[in-house]
């Protein structure tokens, strides 16, 4: 019987550091030997169970991976494949990332595109993953000239999108609440950076001055309220999370008036063909050395400390946990 480490969970007291017999993974057709994971708000909430997601103890967490199969029983995932993993609720409902070795279903794998390693495919991870589904959603409606906002710009999914849609040749306004991270959001391509505060204010009028051709909003709330006064007409916004809270208090009167959209974005349950077309757009479009320029690397045992940070948005960028080191 061989032994994997992982980052254990336990139904109370703080996650530690353990050896785990091989014959205690869950269920499922590929073995994976995981090198890297990522720390994402999801996973903040998780690890510091201030979300219910946990249902079965003792839990190992992790939300997304990337790794080397090791051992398969379905056709399309050879041993020796690179693969990454996100969402399907691993890391929540199935022990995820924080190990050095994970059982999932074959159906949940994606063979990594060439050209990214898994590291690179964990500088993205989930976040960089739902960064592109959006930028694909703006796209499919017609994403035109502008400038684009892109609140709670300096968190994980925030960074991604900035450095792609700067990168795609867009005009890119960074809002964030950390005045220190202006100059890293300028660096990721981000032409004037607007204060979080400015945004969080309730809509003055229920629709006010066109600004944005576009939106990407992580933070939810009455930010997100606000944006939709202040969007161009037929223009879009992809809605990612909630960082500031899941309440929306809106009017009809920004989809009456200026004809545009919400955009709802899941990257859990994502479709796999959707799945595949965004993770070959990672390969072709995704700037990595800026994105590799936003990365944290962390090991395992960092990861309890650094899921409490990140729910207070005290995380900037990309957090990668090599989860061999
Ligand atoms: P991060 O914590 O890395 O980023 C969130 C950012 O939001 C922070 O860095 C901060 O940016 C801003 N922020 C934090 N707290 C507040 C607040 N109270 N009010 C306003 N802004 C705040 O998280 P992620 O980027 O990993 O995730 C962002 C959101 O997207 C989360 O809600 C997450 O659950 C969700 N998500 C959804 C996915 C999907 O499939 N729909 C997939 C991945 C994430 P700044 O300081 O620059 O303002």
């Known amino acids: 019987m061989t032994q994997f480490r992982a980052l254990l969970m336990q139904a109370d007291g703080r996650p530690e550091v353990t050896e785990i017999d091989d014959d205690r993974l869950p269920a499922g057709d590929v073995t994976v030997d995981v090198e890297y994971s990522t720390l994402n708000y999801k996973d903040g909430l998780i690890v510091t169970r201030q979300w219910d997601a946990v249902?079965?103890?003792?839990?190992?967490?992790?939300i997304d991976f990337a790794g080397t199969v090791t051992a398969s029983d379905d056709p399309r995932h050879a041993v020796g494949d690179k693969v990454v993993l996100t969402g399907w609720r691993v890391g929540e409902m199935h022990w995820g990332g924080y190990a050095t070795r994970a059982r999932v279903k074959g159906d949940w794998l994606v063979a990594l595109p060439?050209?990214?390693s898994t590291r690179d495919a964990m500088a993205l991870g989930t976040a960089g993953f739902t960064a592109m589904l959006a930028v694909m959603a703006l796209e499919d409606h017609g994403l035109t000239e502008g400038e684009v906002l892109v609140t709670g710009a300096s968190g994980g999914v925030g960074s991604v999108a900035v450095a792609l849609l700067a990168a795609l040749g867009h005009t890119v306004v960074a809002s964030s609440g950390r005045e220190a991270v202006n100059d890293y959001l300028l660096g990721l391509g981000a032409t004037r950076i607007v204060s979080r505060a400015d945004l969080a204010e309730p809509p003055a009028r229920p629709v006010d001055h066109e600004q944005w051709a576009g939106c990407i909003d992580s933070v939810g709330g009455m930010t997100l309220a606000r944006v939709l006064t202040q969007m161009r007409y037929g223009t879009s916004v992809a809605a990612v999370g909630l960082a500031s809270g899941a309440e929306l208090s809106t009017t009809v009167l920004p989809f009456l008036l200026r004809g545009m959209n919400l955009l709802g974005?899941?990257?859990?349950?994502?479709?796999?063909?959707?799945r595949q077309r965004a993770w070959d757009r990672i390969a072709q479009d995704m700037p990595m050395d800026k994105i590799r320029q936003t990365v944290t690397?962390?090991?395992?045992?960092?990861?309890?400390?650094?899921?409490?940070a990140i729910l207070k948005g005290g995380v900037r960028g990309r957090t990668v946990v090599n989860v061999t080191a």
Not at 55 to 62: E, N
């Open 114 to 116: 060439k050209g990214l």
């Open 55 to 62: 249902k079965r103890w003792p839990h190992v967490a992790g």
């Open 265 to 274: 974005i899941d990257s859990v349950m994502c479709p796999v063909p959707l």
């Open 297 to 308: 690397e962390v090991g395992l045992g960092d990861v309890p400390d650094l899921a409490e």
